[in-house]
């Protein structure tokens, strides 16, 4: 284990400095940042400040027939999509995968992507943000609809230039 720590009784790690602590995160059910987009509740579980920005973690669930953003690429991060339940239909470029729970999706930079739940349940997805560069796009969505804008795809468009996001 190393670095003077030993397991307890019961597994808890004993022998952590102060400053071991203070790097871990830990995100209960219920608690993270809600954002509300449409038909879409996001949760970030993680936005990048406890990882020195390098990955940022967030719960979505897709109500059924929702549509996804338009297709779109990415310069600068990587885009992770598993599937935890329901089924979600990725189209990347003219190609089409619908997956299912279980189903892990990723999605490198410059690849023109977007996902959309066509079914008459729910789904729910657990995506990932390398570095964390695209969490913020969501909050300024949030923040268009706040101030009672209406999320036109020139908004869209507009809040991904600023993070390195482009439509395809």
Do not use: C, K
């Not at 940042?33 to 970030?44: A, C, P």
């Not at 935890?84 to 189903?103: M, Q």
Request: hydrophobic share 35%; glycine share 10%; proline share 8%.
């Amino acid at each position: 284990m190393g670095l003077g720590r030993r397991r307890a009784p019961g597994g808890a790690l004993v022998g952590m400095t102060e400053e071991t602590r203070a790097t871990v995160s830990v995100v209960r059910p219920g608690e993270g940042e809600s954002i509300v987009l449409g038909t879409t509740r996001m949760r970030i579980l993680e936005d990048g400040s406890h990882t020195g920005h390098r990955l940022a973690i967030a719960e979505s669930v897709l109500a059924p027939h929702t549509q996804g953003p338009p297709q779109h690429r990415h310069a600068r991060h990587d885009e992770g999509f598993y599937v935890l339940s329901g089924t979600v239909r990725f189209t990347v470029g003219e190609e089409t995968y619908d997956a299912v729970a279980g189903t892990l999706v990723m999605v490198p930079p410059g690849a023109p992507h977007t996902f959309a739940n066509p079914t008459d349940e729910p789904a729910v997805l657990l995506s990932t943000f390398t570095p964390d560069l695209y969490v913020q796009y969501f909050r300024d969505l949030a923040q268009v609809m706040a101030d009672g804008r209406p999320l036109t795809p020139q908004a869209n468009a507009e809040a991904m230039s600023r993070y390195a996001t482009e439509p395809a």
